[in-house]
Nanobody, 123 residues
Framework: QVQLVEAGGGLVQAGGSLRLSCAAS????????MGWFRQAPGKEREFVAA????????YYAASVKDRFTISRDNAKNTVYLQVNSLKPSDTAVYYC????????????????WGQGTQVTVSS
């Protein structure tokens, strides 16, 4: 069982940056592939980024590649999402995810979700 708690969301102007964090409970954090999804009002939850257990390999949705960076600190049981050059279309609730399967872009691969943190980008 893993409990995930996100932080760092907020209101930011277009072009701005935020750093989202997700703290995980338990001593098995390093055994999970971790990721971030987001869900905008009226839309399905979509994949944003994932990172493997070691932190050496990362995966991104095309829409955020080169703007967002996922990282993890296994000693702190925390995964991060640095979001830069934000656009109004990035407005969504961002969810931290711990995977049970490795189809990173598929929400059904996720075993545990955080409660979400709101990111709102104004134009």
């Amino acid at each position: 069982q893993v409990q995930l708690v996100e932080a760092g969301g907020g209101l930011v102007q277009a072009g701005g940056s935020l750093r989202l964090s997700c703290a995980a409970s338990g001593r098995t954090f390093s055994t999970y592939v971790m990721g971030w999804f987001r869900q905008a009002p009226g839309k399905e939850r979509e994949f944003v980024a994932a990172i493997d257990r070691s932190g050496r390999n990362t995966y991104y949705a095309a829409s955020v590649k080169d703007r967002f960076t996922i990282s993890r600190d296994n000693a702190k049981n925390t995964v991060y999402l640095q979001v830069n050059s934000l656009k109004p279309s990035d407005t969504a609730v961002y969810y931290c995810a711990a995977y049970l399967a490795t189809y990173y872009s598929d929400p059904t691969s996720v075993g545990y979700w955080g409660q979400g943190t709101q990111v709102t980008v104004s134009s």
